[in-house]
């Protein structure tokens, strides 16, 4: 399966964007998606999972009650909804693909090239 994030941009603190995470090669329906970022200087980070059912969601402490990931069988595509957005939000964001549910990044098997969100304060 192939993925491509989009949507990443220049956002003001306490903005929102949406990333989407469009997928090929395969179907969506089968495989568990998850989004992860790295900030400069920092290592990548989970920061929300669907699982492959799509009947379960995972959320980093830190965007709790921020951000919510959903997804289009139909289109293929996971979104990520991005409200209330800080400046430590800021990083390059990535969606990736597995066969089953974790937040180990090592895990995945399938990425997209990343897309970038600065959040000005």
């Known amino acids: 399966v192939q993925l491509q994030a989009s949507g990443g941009g220049l956002v003001q603190a306490g903005g929102f964007l949406r990333l989407s995470c469009a997928t090929s090669?395969?179907?969506?329906?089968?495989?568990?998606v998850g989004w992860f970022r790295q900030a400069p200087g920092k290592e990548r980070e989970f920061v929300a999972a669907?699982?492959?059912?799509?009947?379960?969601?995972y959320y980093a402490d830190s965007v709790k009650g921020r951000f919510t990931i959903s997804r289009d069988n139909a289109k293929n595509t996971v979104y990520l909804q991005m409200n209330s957005l800080k400046p430590e939000d800021t990083a390059v964001y990535y969606c990736?693909?597995?066969?089953?549910?974790?937040?180990?990044?090592?895990?995945?098997?399938?990425w997209g090239q990343g897309t970038e969100l600065t959040v000005s304060s």
């Open positions: 669907f699982s492959r059912s799509g009947r379960s969601t």
């Open positions: 090669g395969g179907t969506l329906s089968s495989y568990a």
């Open positions: 990736a693909a597995n066969s089953h549910t974790t937040q180990s990044s090592d895990e995945y098997g399938y």
